[in-house]
């Protein structure tokens, strides 16, 4: 599984961008439906911290950090293997480097962890000035 992030820049305080986490699956048997995929952050001088998830690919819940609830949002797009996050309402504190991940097998407890997943991008900059 190779996966794609993308959508980064820099923006002004208030404003919103798109990131986009494209995968390329070539394990047999397996499709995009299977992968919980996340989104994680590393802010300057700081350890990469949990954003927010689609979930596990049995269920149905997405769940997010406290920081960016009801600013942010997670959704899938299995016909074309891309998972998005859009972020409105950016603040000067959500300037990071913005990683997704993903795994096929990640249990609950693990959603926001990096243990839990064996498949990562190569990170995308989001700047956001005051």
């Known amino acids: 599984v190779q996966l794609q992030a993308s959508g980064g820049g820099l923006v002004q305080a208030g404003g919103s961008l798109r990131l986009s986490c494209a995968a390329s699956?070539?394990?047999?048997?397996?499709?995009?439906?299977?992968?919980?995929v996340t989104w994680f952050r590393q802010a300057p001088g700081k350890g990469r911290e949990f954003v927010a998830t689609?979930?596990?690919?049995?269920?149905?819940?997405?769940y997010y950090t406290d920081s960016v609830k009801g600013r942010f949002t997670i959704s899938r797009d299995n016909a074309k293997d891309t998972v998005y996050l859009r972020m409105d309402s950016l603040k000067p504190e959500d300037t990071a480097v913005y990683y997704c991940?993903?795994?096929?097998?990640?249990?609950?407890?693990?959603?926001?962890?990096?243990?839990?997943?064996?498949?990562w991008g190569q990170g995308t900059l989001v700047t956001v000035s005051s």
């Open positions: 991940a993903a795994s096929s097998s990640v249990i609950l407890s693990s959603l926001g962890l990096e243990r839990g997943y064996n498949y």
């Open positions: 689609t979930g596990r690919p049995s269920g149905h819940t997405t």
């Open positions: 699956i070539r394990t047999s048997g397996r499709t995009f439906r299977n992968y919980a």
